[in-house]
């Protein structure tokens, strides 16, 4: 405000712009922009009319507010460095004694960093169909392998178990006729041989009735 002592403080970050308000009332006085303790060095930009502008700094305000009881004044610095952290002063008149300045401190932050990722190129390593990586996960598999042993010996043990029930089925036979030969008493024909004569005898008949039924 025109005549207040107050300073403000101001935060702008490294790189950006940054612009500030002060306030006089009389347009043909001159308005200096500087910093610190406003010496000659320090002076920034300076002006008796209406805009100015030197490198990174400027000030301005518009025509449309004369008339006014007070006028604002925009004061801007560009591409703000963290050098640029400190005080700045609006100093409106001419000579050692102004009648009115107006003080504020601006601080410069750092700019916001966004981390990039870091990308890293993958290993690379084959992968086989999926029909493959299926069968060979399935086949791996503890509880599938011992399923098919289960499976194999089940059928070991039923082909063992047939082979014995053959033998055993044999050896029943052949002690079956074993035995039966055995009982029979010394000298006494085979009854296979007696079948065997009696069928020859009765053909014989049979030749002899034929021959006597054609005489």
Sequence with gaps: ????????V???????????????DDPGERKTFCRNDCGFEDILVATSGVRAQRGRYSMEY???????????????????LK????RYSCVFGIGRYPHHIQKFHLRVEDAPTTAQP?????????????????????????????????????RVQLYVRLVLVIMIIISSAVGLIVCRRSARRPGEPDEELDYVNVTNAN???EGVREKILEI
């Design 203 to 205: 053909l014989v008949h």
């Design 118 to 154: 870091k990308w890293t190129s993958p290993a690379f390593s084959p992968t086989p169909p999926a029909s493959t990586l299926k069968t060979t996960l399935t086949l791996t598999t503890p509880a599938a392998a011992q399923g098919l042993n289960q499976e194999a010996n089940t």
């Design 62 to 80: 518009y025509e449309e507010q004369l008339g006014a009881s007070t006028i604002t004044l925009y004061v801007s610095i560009t591409k703000l």
């Design 83 to 86: 050098s640029d952290s400190g």
């Design 1 to 8: 405000m025109v005549g207040s002592t107050e300073i403000y």
């Design 10 to 24: 101001h935060t702008a970050t490294e790189g950006g712009n940054f612009t500030a308000q002060c306030f006089f």
